[in-house]
Every structure is written in structure tokens, then in C-alpha cells.
């Protein structure tokens, strides 16, 4: 891959810029262990990729309805009760740190390359993250403002029309095949995984 070639780099944000694992792991581990449940961190990762992907289905909601329904699958699941102020501690997990050293600092030493992030999320809550990131992103794509949520091609191409590029000038970096791989490479974006 010839780096130079491009002129923009995209980032998903939440498990590629963002340590998201150690955020949401503890909160649902807590709730699990408070009714008397336990789980390996692996199954609860796949349960809630499984969980989100179902909540994410169909007509968009914001992603704090997403989160909700999550808790909620978990209550049903495990028999427990999902009370609104669970859900809500999920929501003020988002925003974790930062991993050290990410891509996009890396990518803004380049004064060439237009950076942005497109990322599932919610506009409200990637304000509270963008504050870790300690990067100016020219575009910022989020759930909410496309309408939909990443697998889908049109996240990738709000943030391609943005930075008005084609889409062979776009390089994509995402720490998911499902959400960041797979949609990207389907419009002839490259990627990073």
C-alpha cells in the first residue's frame, strides 16, 4: 500500500481510538455480578456485539435508545431487572481514554492528509470523547447525523462526500471487520484493520 497516494484518513472511533472494552466491560460485568450473575469478558463482548447489532437494526434510534435496549437484553437474558439508571451509566462509559499513541495524532504530523472519524455514536457523547482525542478532525461522521449505523455504506459515503475525495483517496482505519472492513472495501476505500 502506497501511503502517499491518499489524501484523507478515516478513523472508526470506539475500539480504535478509544479503549471502549475497558469502558463498557465493567459496567455490564457490575451489573451481572449485583443480580448474582457471572460471565467470562469474552461472552459478554459477544453478547453485546449481538445485542447492539439487533438494537441497531432497523429505523435509527440514538445510540443512548441502543444502549438501553443492550441493558435491556442483558436484563431479559439473566433475569434481572434493567432499571433506567443502569442503562444511563453505560452512556457515561463511552468516553474512556484515549488509547496512547493512536493513529490519528500520527496522522495529523501529516499536514496532507484531511483527518475524520466516523464513528456509531451519537453526537452528544462524541463531544465528551473528542475531548481525549486531542485532535482536530476536519469531518466528523456520527450515527446520528447519517441516520444509520455503521455496517452501512452511507456512514462511509457522508464522510466521502464530506471531504469531497473519491473513494480511492480515502484510507480507513477501524478495529471492527463488520462495522469498518467490510463497508469501506464495498466502495473501494482501503483499510486498515
Not at 459477544?46 to 447489532?53: I, K, S, T, V
Not at 444502549?67 to 443502569?86: G, I, Q, Y
Not at 481514554?97 to 495529523?108: D, P, V
Request: aromatic share 10%; hydrophobic share 45%.
Amino acid at each position: 500500500m502506497e501511503f502517499e497516494h491518499f489524501t484523507a484518513i478515516s478513523f472508526d472511533c470506539y475500539g480504535t481510538l478509544i479503549d471502549w472494552e475497558s469502558g463498557i466491560l465493567p459496567v455490564i460485568r457490575a451489573l451481572l455480578t449485583g443480580d448474582g450473575q457471572s460471565l467470562a469478558d469474552s461472552a459478554i463482548l459477544e453478547l453485546y456485539g449481538e445485542f447492539e447489532a439487533e438494537a441497531e437494526s432497523g429505523p435509527y434510534r440514538s445510540y443512548r435508545d441502543v444502549l438501553e435496549a443492550v441493558v435491556r437484553a442483558f436484563a431479559d437474558r439473566f433475569h434481572f431487572e434493567a432499571a433506567p439508571k443502569k442503562s444511563g451509566h453505560c452512556t457515561n462509559r463511552t468516553g474512556v481514554a484515549a488509547f496512547c499513541g493512536h493513529g490519528a495524532c500520527a496522522a495529523r504530523t501529516t499536514e496532507a492528509l484531511q483527518v475524520a472519524v466516523i464513528s456509531n455514536i451519537d453526537d452528544s457523547l462524541f463531544a465528551e470523547t473528542r475531548k481525549n482525542l486531542g485532535v482536530e478532525f476536519e469531518v466528523v461522521v456520527t450515527a446520528e447525523q447519517a441516520g444509520s449505523y455503521k455496517p452501512s455504506i452511507n456512514n462511509f459515503q457522508m464522510a466521502q462526500h464530506r471531504l469531497a475525495i473519491a473513494p480511492d483517496r480515502l484510507l480507513h482505519v477501524g478495529q471492527s471487520v463488520y462495522h469498518d472492513v467490510v463497508p469501506a472495501r464495498a466502495l473501494g476505500i482501503a483499510t486498515v484493520w
